[in-house]
């Protein structure tokens, strides 16, 4: 656990660096990320014997063959280009990627055809209570056909991720609302969220905002890792030399 969490204040000490070239944050933001630290300041005070409950996770690794297969895609099919998103939707390193970046991402690459997006979850509980409950409410919105764009109204709204707020947001996508909290109340997407929180870890994965760039090769995607909400001229690089190799 204490090795998880050391990996942890690693990608936020990359991402704080990193914003430095990117649009100033917020209010908002600069007090989610120091909460961010606080708590894994509180995880990483606790009894050394309840930290060594878990087992020390594997450094990150800087290359990774990820699985390429989703229900969900972002982008055309044949994008030469595939980049896996690993997320949580509580992180507010991830609420800034996806407000800073992620807007560029899509104009430049997405939208032309370059590149498409998978996102994968990897709800952090430990810190972020509701992140598992904003991971269902999507699941449960793509099932009606509003994937993205749920994805989308809980990055804006992430101060406000209990139930009865997800519930108002899956009425202002118009989705029919018994359909919807009932889907929560089942559980119906917890396996599949806890099994790509398993994958991730399995794959050396512990930070979020995670992302895997690369050429698609069947149902897989071989390419680098890129850790944190970086600002944008780090992707377009990453990117337009993945291209150029191929």
């Known amino acids: 656990m204490k090795s998880f969490l050391l990996a942890m204040m690693s990608a936020i000490i990359i991402t704080m660096s990193g914003t430095v070239m990117a649009a100033p944050m917020t209010k908002e933001q600069g007090d989610a990320i120091l909460k961010e630290l606080r708590d894994i300041k509180e995880l990483l005070a606790r009894p050394q014997q309840q930290a060594q409950q878990a087992p020390s996770a594997p450094q990150g690794p800087q290359n990774l063959t990820v ?31 996806e407000a800073s970046t992620f807007p ?41 056909g509003k994937f993205w764009e749920m994805k989308e109204l809980v990055f804006k709204n992430q101060a406000k991720l209990d139930v009865d707020s997800l519930a108002g947001y899956a009425k202002d996508l118009a989705l029919n609302g018994d359909t919807f909290k009932s889907c929560m109340a089942d559980g119906k997407h917890l ?49 337009n030399e993945t291209l150029a190799k191929h």
């Open 67 to 97: 699985k390429g297969d989703a229900i969900y895609v972002l982008g055309k099919n044949d994008a030469p280009l595939t980049m896996v998103e690993f997320t949580d939707y509580q992180c507010p390193f991830c609420g800034r990627f």
């Open 104 to 144: 560029e991402i899509k104009k430049n690459f997405i939208d032309t055809g370059k590149l498409r997006l998978i996102l994968r979850d990897l709800p952090l509980s430990d810190m972020h209570p509701f992140a598992l409950k904003a991971a269902q409410s999507v699941h449960c919105a793509g099932d009606q």
């Open 191 to 239: 396996k599949e969220i806890g099994d790509e929180a398993k994958y991730a870890q399995s794959l050396g994965i512990n930070g979020t905002p995670t992302f895997i760039l690369g050429r698609s090769a069947g149902d897989s995607v071989e390419g680098r890792v890129i850790v944190g909400a970086q600002p944008f001229a780090v992707f377009e690089a990453a990117i």
